[in-house]
């Protein structure tokens, strides 16, 4: 369907639903009036978000496509380990678990972060404020503490520029508050493949102190062979009342993952023969990567009088990566290649200051926030060889050594004006500068000095607009400007093999729009839609990806357009159904150096999306079900679309029971994935030069778990 058709039928779909429900006067005599709504006006509560704006708003009123996963969504009959488990429920959103904890999860927001061979890119990464995304753009969020999250807000379009590089979407975490008294709820989850996670929570509210611990540990063998992981986890919060208008929070995390096996992707004779196997040298150079990362927050908030709130968030962290690849001995031979082991160590620390005032203009509800934001990165990057004499899959002779530093400064500015009861005018700009620097300490034969550094600039305006027709359909239209600038790993090899960084890259720039609808369509039903067109000029793509190691260049303009849809409703006698819905056409505009694209979809992202889930819960009894239904399209491994993983349809499974005394909290729930014990790829490594694109997903799989809360 092309975007001027998408464009009609969202249209009238949207004059259709006024026609359902009673139209506002033209003009209400304030904003109280508009909001006072008669006692039988079938109108429900909408999520209370904070991402879009900085400030607490309900998203039903906000001209942004942004969404809140509840806590229940998050963690009732989950694994609670990945964001994989909950996010298919948002359009927009691909989440694919990539059976291999050594590259992270596989997610992309409209098409950004596709690319990705490991890690979270194109998108902006935040836990509990604390940016899990660096300055360079590189996220992750093998840190995410899913067991102590009260909500993950999923912010997509324009309005993410707000958040500077490489907002393609945002992805934010918040960890719940303490409830009055103190309540610990250890608990245990098993299921097939060796999986475990045990975890024990502890929170509480003292009055001047409220405060939640989690304490998690997670172990699988894996669904294939050599990709067995291990990850530790702590998450706390702790918020002091200070007095009646200031508060203080710490937040500290810690993940341990020591050796965790990479199983590689596999070609298609592979995957077809036996998709269990690990890949090509997996077990050869015995693949694997260790990660720990430290981190530390604090955030102050201060009112001042009736309109103006300060916040200020200082962070710091470390993260520490070592990775064994199976790059062949052979390979390594030149003087300039940088091994087959990667040490990493990352310094990494920010501040972010903002004010807020609430004032009027022209006797309207007018909100004002200025900010600024420093990001910095420290980054010490060493390789080795993997091999010692005819010993694979140790750490062998140094072939590089380089010290990076990547920092970022930017301010911003967003605005939210009332006009009056029928409109909300919601506009932002952000001014970034990105700046790398690269000093080279591995200068050894013909293996030169490859010093250099570069920086990149940019500024993002956005602006949108809410239409209120009735007290029950918002209509609204968006516009921004976004930029992505290549990553330090993006940077760190040039595709055409020489030494040196890869300095020609260039950062993309994109122009988005949007137009949508939120509707309340009775009681408790709630429909979104939302139309939009993405057009990239300098996309940053692969250019190889060969033996675990990636490079990247830019390749001309890309367009994506598509719609979004998403429906929740609940009936009586505890019946509910959620539905979410992507279209998304993401294609080449232009050639590539020798190469025809134009035309071509972009590789990794399917066209298609769709998640049902049909849930009934009975209260007396304490028992509930649900049976999900999740669909991804054909999704193309390469630029040339010359191979593609399989559309799929699976379904999934779960059954939860629940016992409440005076003092305790019984769970326990039983789930079963994939039940019709489907083959497929659950996700592609894109452009990988040796064919070895496919990550298969498990078949029948089942987990089941217990906790007990106590509250003393």
Same mark, same amino acid.
């Given at each position: 369907?092309?975007?001027?058709?998408?464009?009609?039928?969202?249209?009238?779909?949207?004059?259709?639903?006024?026609?359902?429900?009673?139209?506002?006067?033209?003009?209400?005599?304030?904003?109280?009036?508009?909001?006072?709504?008669?006692?039988?006006?079938?109108?429900?509560?909408?999520?209370?978000?904070?991402?879009?704006?900085?400030?607490?708003?309900?998203?039903?009123?906000?001209?942004?496509?942004?969404?809140?996963?509840?806590?229940?969504?998050?963690?009732?009959?989950?694994?609670?380990?990945?964001?994989?488990?909950?996010?298919?429920?948002?359009?927009?959103?691909?989440?694919?678990?990539?059976?291999?904890?050594?590259?992270?999860?596989?997610?992309?927001?409209?098409?950004?972060?596709?690319?990705?061979?490991?890690?979270?890119?194109?998108?902006?990464?935040?836990?509990?404020?604390?940016?899990?995304?660096?300055?360079?753009?590189?996220?992750?969020?093998?840190?995410?503490?899913?067991?102590?999250?009260?909500?993950?807000?999923?912010?997509?379009?324009?309005?993410?520029?707000?958040?500077?590089?490489?907002?393609?979407?945002?992805?934010?975490?918040?960890?719940?508050?303490?409830?009055?008294?103190?309540?610990?709820?250890?608990?245990?989850?098993?299921?097939?493949?060796?999986?475990?996670?045990?975890?024990?929570?502890?929170?509480?509210?003292?009055?001047?102190?409220?405060?939640?611990?989690?304490?998690?540990?997670?172990?699988?063998?894996?669904?294939?062979?050599?990709?067995?992981?291990?990850?530790?986890?702590?998450?706390?919060?702790?918020?002091?009342?200070?007095?009646?208008?200031?508060?203080?929070?710490?937040?500290?995390?810690?993940?341990?993952?020591?050796?965790?096996?990479?199983?590689?992707?596999?070609?298609?004779?592979?995957?077809?023969?036996?998709?269990?196997?690990?890949?090509?040298?997996?077990?050869?150079?015995?693949?694997?990567?260790?990660?720990?990362?430290?981190?530390?927050?604090?955030?102050?908030?201060?009112?001042?009088?009736?309109?103006?709130?300060?916040?200020?968030?200082?962070?710091?962290?470390?993260?520490?990566?070592?990775?064994?690849?199976?790059?062949?001995?052979?390979?390594?031979?030149?003087?300039?290649?940088?091994?087959?082991?990667?040490?990493?160590?990352?310094?990494?620390?920010?501040?972010?200051?903002?004010?807020?005032?609430?004032?009027?203009?022209?006797?309207?509800?007018?909100?004002?926030?200025?900010?600024?934001?420093?990001?910095?990165?420290?980054?010490?990057?060493?390789?080795?060889?993997?091999?010692?004499?005819?010993?694979?899959?140790?750490?062998?002779?140094?072939?590089?050594?380089?010290?990076?530093?990547?920092?970022?400064?930017?301010?911003?500015?967003?605005?939210?004006?009332?006009?009056?009861?029928?409109?909300?005018?919601?506009?932002?700009?952000?001014?970034?500068?990105?700046?790398?620097?690269?000093?080279?300490?591995?200068?050894?034969?013909?293996?030169?000095?490859?010093?250099?550094? @570069?920086?990149?600039?940019? #500024?993002?305006?956005?602006? /949108?607009? +809410?239409? =209120?027709?009735?007290?029950?359909?918002? !209509?609204? &239209?968006?516009?921004?400007?976004?930029?992505?600038?290549?990553?330090?790993?993006?940077?760190?090899?040039?595709?055409?093999?020489?030494?040196?960084?890869?300095?020609?890259?260039?950062?993309?720039?994109?122009?988005?729009?949007?137009?949508?609808?939120?509707?309340?369509?009775?009681?408790?039903?709630?429909?979104?839609?939302?139309?939009?067109?993405?057009?990239?000029?300098?996309?940053?793509?692969?250019?190889?990806? @060969?033996?675990?190691?990636? #490079?990247?260049?830019?390749? /001309?303009? +890309?367009? =994506?357009?598509?719609?979004?849809?998403? !429906?929740? &409703?609940?009936?009586?006698?505890?019946?509910?159904?959620?539905?979410?819905?992507?279209?998304?056409?993401?294609?080449?505009?232009?050639?590539?150096?020798?190469?025809?694209?134009?035309?071509?979809?972009?590789?990794?992202?399917?066209?298609?999306?769709?998640?049902?889930?049909?849930?009934?819960?009975?209260?007396?009894?304490?028992?509930?079900?649900?049976?999900?239904?999740?669909?991804?399209?054909?999704?193309?491994?390469?630029?040339?679309?010359?191979?593609?993983?399989?559309?799929?349809?699976?379904?999934?499974?779960?059954?939860?029971?629940?016992?409440? &005394?005076?003092?305790?909290?019984?769970?326990?729930?039983?789930?079963?994935?994939?039940?019709?014990?489907?083959?497929?790829?659950?996700?592609?490594?894109?452009?990988?030069?040796?064919?070895?694109?496919?990550?298969?997903?498990?078949?029948?799989?089942?987990?089941?778990?217990?906790?007990?809360?106590?509250?003393?």
């Amino acid at each position: 369907m092309s975007t001027s058709s998408r464009f009609a039928v969202t249209l009238s779909v949207a004059l259709s639903l006024t026609t359902l429900f009673p139209l506002y006067p033209a003009r209400a005599e304030s904003q109280t009036e508009m909001r006072t709504l008669p006692p039988t006006t079938p109108i429900t509560a909408d999520a209370i978000v904070v991402s879009a704006t900085r400030l607490d708003q309900s998203a039903f009123d906000l001209p942004v496509s942004i969404d809140s996963v509840s806590q229940s969504q998050l963690q009732d009959g989950q694994l609670q380990v990945n964001l994989s488990e909950s996010l298919a429920r948002i359009p927009g959103i691909v989440a694919q678990n990539r059976q291999n904890y050594a590259q992270d999860l596989q997610i992309s927001s409209r098409g950004f972060g596709a690319r990705a061979s490991f890690g979270v890119r194109g998108l902006r990464l935040y836990a509990d404020g604390i940016p899990a995304t660096m300055p360079d753009g590189q996220g992750q969020v093998s840190h995410f503490d899913l067991g102590s999250a009260a909500r993950v807000e999923v912010l997509r379009g324009p309005f993410s520029a707000l958040y500077g590089n490489a907002s393609g979407g945002v992805i934010s975490l918040f960890t719940e508050d303490g409830t009055p008294g103190t309540t610990i709820t250890p608990s245990v989850t098993f299921g097939s493949y060796g999986t475990q996670r045990i975890g024990t929570k502890l929170s509480g509210d003292t009055g001047a102190l409220n405060y939640v611990t989690d304490i998690s540990t997670f172990r699988t063998d894996g669904y294939r062979d050599h990709s067995a992981a291990k990850r530790d986890t702590i998450n706390g919060k702790f918020k002091w009342k200070l007095g009646t208008d200031s508060k203080l929070t710490l937040v500290v995390n810690t993940v341990d993952m020591p050796d965790v096996q990479d199983p590689l992707g596999l070609t298609r004779a592979q995957f077809e023969a036996n998709p269990e196997q690990a890949g090509t040298n997996a077990l050869a150079y015995n693949t694997r990567k260790s990660v720990a990362q430290h981190q530390l927050g604090l955030a102050y908030e201060q009112k001042l009088g009736a309109g103006d709130t300060v916040n200020l968030m200082v962070y710091g962290g470390r993260r520490d990566t070592t990775q064994f690849q199976s790059i062949p001995k052979a390979v390594q031979t030149p003087a300039t290649h940088p091994g087959g082991v990667i040490d990493l160590v990352r310094d990494y620390a920010g501040v972010d200051a903002h004010w807020t005032h609430r004032s009027e203009l022209a006797g309207a509800p007018l909100a004002t926030t200025v900010g600024i934001n420093y990001d910095n990165l420290d980054e010490a990057r060493k390789g080795f060889q993997n091999f010692i004499g005819n010993t694979l899959g140790v750490m062998g002779a140094l072939r590089r050594n380089e010290e990076n530093h990547i920092f970022n400064v930017d301010q911003y500015a967003q605005l939210q004006w009332e006009p009056s009861g029928r409109w909300l005018l919601l506009a932002g700009l952000r001014n970034s500068q990105v700046k790398v620097s690269s000093q080279d300490k591995y200068i050894v034969g013909i293996n030169g000095d490859d010093s250099g550094r @570069t920086q990149f600039s940019a #500024t993002t305006p956005t602006l /949108g607009l +809410t239409w =209120r027709v009735n007290p029950a359909l918002n !209509l609204y &239209t968006t516009y921004g400007r976004g930029f992505e600038t290549p990553t330090m790993n993006e940077l760190s090899y040039r595709p055409d093999g020489a030494p040196g960084l890869n300095f020609s890259l260039r950062p993309a720039k994109n122009d988005t729009y949007e137009l949508g609808l939120k509707a309340l369509l009775g009681q408790a039903t709630q429909l979104n839609i939302a139309l939009f067109d993405v057009r990239t000029r300098d996309e940053i793509v692969v250019a190889t990806n @060969t033996n675990g190691r990636t #490079t990247f260049q830019n390749g /001309g303009r +890309t367009r =994506r357009n598509g719609v979004e849809a998403s !429906l929740s &409703t609940a009936w009586n006698h505890g019946l509910s159904l959620a539905v979410a819905y992507t279209s998304l056409d993401a294609t080449y505009r232009d050639t590539l150096g020798t190469s025809t694209l134009s035309g071509h979809a972009l590789p990794g992202i399917p066209r298609q999306s769709l998640f049902v889930e049909g849930s009934w819960r009975h209260e007396p009894s304490g028992f509930s079900s649900a049976l999900e239904l999740r669909h991804i399209g054909k999704v193309f491994v390469n630029d040339a679309n010359a191979d593609a993983a399989p559309a799929y349809t699976i379904a999934n499974l779960r059954l939860g029971f629940e016992q409440k &005394t005076v003092s305790w909290k019984l769970k326990e729930f039983l789930r079963i994935d994939n039940l019709s014990d489907k083959k497929y790829a659950g996700s592609v490594i894109v452009n990988e030069s040796n064919s070895r694109f496919f990550e298969p997903a498990p078949g029948r799989n089942w987990l089941a778990g217990v906790s007990a809360g106590y509250s003393f």
